[in-house]
Structure formats: structure tokens, C-alpha cells
């Protein structure tokens, strides 16, 4: 009963920027875990980052020092902000709800980064 609404992808010199938003509506509770997992071409899927409603943290060792994440409670919204942004980080990005019910993903969003 969540639903998940992201945006922000697209193609991107090398040591360019993006910022990925990702909006939840729906029956949201108030303590939850929203992030980023990206999947590219041959691997699996991996952990870039979450947040929870608290403010905790936590990144992956890939990404750490170049993308940040926020939120945004008010409007259910989560954002990533990539810097420095590297080929290596091409991938399918998805936006990840969790809460004591159900985990949610999004769609996805393509990020693609020419050298």
C-alpha cells in the first residue's frame, strides 16, 4: 500500500553530477527505512545507501564520500545526491521502503555515466 514514485536519472559525463529523487505515498508509517540500491549490467544488487527516519545513515564502501543521502519527512521523500560521478556507477537505481509491514522498490531509474 506504498507506493513509490522516483526521478532524477539520466546520462552524465564522468565527474559530473545527479541528484535521484524518490517519493512514498500511500500508507506510510512514520518509522521506516527508505534508500538506494543500484543494479548494473552482470552484477547484483547492491546497497548504495539508506536512511532512516531518524537520521541514521549508512553507505556503500563505493559510494562513501561521493553521494549523500537526505530525506525529507514531511513530504516521504528521499534523495541522492551523486558526486564525482564514475562509468563504474552505470546501474539501474532503485528506491527501497521498508517498514514492519512490507519492502517496497520502485521501478528503477537509469544512470549512465560516459567517460
Known amino acids: 500500500q506504498v507506493q513509490l514514485v522516483e526521478s532524477g536519472g539520466g546520462l552524465v559525463q564522468a565527474g559530473g553530477s545527479l541528484r535521484l529523487s524518490c517519493a512514498a505515498s500511500g500508507r506510510v508509517f512514520s518509522g521506516n527505512t527508505m534508500g538506494w540500491y543500484r543494479q548494473a549490467p552482470g552484477k547484483q544488487r547492491e546497497l548504495v545507501a539508506y536512511?532512516?527516519?531518524?537520521?541514521?545513515?549508512n553507505y556503500g564502501d563505493s559510494v562513501k564520500g561521493r553521494f549523500t543521502i537526505s530525506r525529507d519527512n514531511a513530504k516521504n521523500t528521499v534523495y541522492l545526491q551523486m558526486n564525482g560521478l564514475e562509468p563504474e556507477d552505470t546501474a539501474v537505481y532503485y528506491c527501497?521502503?521498508?517498514?514492519?509491514?512490507?519492502?517496497?522498490w520502485g521501478q528503477g531509474t537509469q544512470v549512465t555515466v560516459s567517460s
Open positions: 527501497n521502503f521498508q517498514d514492519p509491514l512490507r519492502n517496497y
Open positions: 536512511m532512516t527516519s531518524s537520521g541514521r545513515t
